[in-house]
């Protein structure tokens, strides 16, 4: 039986492809602050499902947690990051810029660098990590969020980019780039080609099995992330 780790399983995107996993056949660890929503989860599925309570801002924790599921499992072929927090915050307050950091930049790094050890220890693995189309540009409402999520895409490039020295090249790196997805993450009101949660899910659980590099959920997105890409900042400046 194939194994995987969903970090940031008790709602949104992490639940919903902990499901889709799970009916696929995997036996899969749960992480999450909300010990309630990952022991319903567990109960759905009482056999596949192993339950560990983790507040990735805590980064001391994440190591801990990361080597009791290692251990129980012993070797892991899929490792999703899907943890995350993201704020409107345009007067820049500090406990808000903090958390971001902790979450979305401390405990996410901590997080990817134990799983790229792993896989090239193990020489195979698959480590997909939850960005956001966010990651592309800046923005005046939610900077610390939108940079964040930058820092992911180059971290998680820099990490495909490493895995030249794996010999087995059998380590794959995937970054999912979501635009606006029905989610609580979801930042603002009327936003902009929402997809429903079970759409997107899909997609992104698509692919994740086919190992792309980059996909942005839902597709469409692709053409938003190409704009974006080519519009200079003076102009970014003048129309948000």
């Given at each position: ?71 129980e499992f012993e070797t892991i072929d899929l490792i999703i ?136 959920i839902t597709k469409r997105w692709a053409i938003i992330a190409f704009v974006l ?12």
């Amino acid at each position: 039986m194939k194994t995987a780790i969903v970090f940031g399983a008790t709602s949104g995107i992490g639940k919903s492809l902990t499901e889709l996993l799970v009916k696929d056949g995997y036996k899969v660890a749960i992480t999450g602050r909300r010990l309630e929503q990952l022991q319903e989860l567990k109960a759905a599925y009482p056999t596949q499902i192993l339950v560990k309570q983790n507040d990735i801002q805590q980064v001391e924790d994440v190591e801990k947690v990361f080597n009791e599921i290692v251990t129980e499992f012993e070797t892991i072929d899929l490792i999703i990051q899907s943890s995350g927090v993201g704020y409107v915050n345009p007067k820049l307050d500090w406990k808000l810029l903090q958390q971001t950091v902790l979450t979305n930049v401390l405990g996410v790094t901590k997080l990817y660098s134990l799983a790229y050890i792993l896989f090239k220890k193990q020489q195979f693995g698959h480590l997909v990590g939850i960005t956001s189309i966010a990651s592309i540009r800046g923005n005046r409402a939610a900077p610390d969020y939108f940079s964040s999520k930058a820092y992911q895409k180059a971290f998680l490039e820099s990490l495909y980019i490493k895995t030249k020295s794996i010999k087995s090249k059998k380590v794959f790196i995937s970054e999912i780039r979501p635009g606006f997805v029905d989610t609580a993450m979801a930042l603002g009101d009327n936003l902009f080609w929402m997809a429903p949660l079970d759409k997107a899910t899909k997609q992104i659980y698509s692919a994740i099995k086919k190992k792309k590099r980059v996909a942005y959920i839902t597709k469409r997105w692709a053409i938003i992330a190409f704009v974006l890409k080519i519009v200079p900042a003076w102009l970014l400046k003048k129309l948000t």
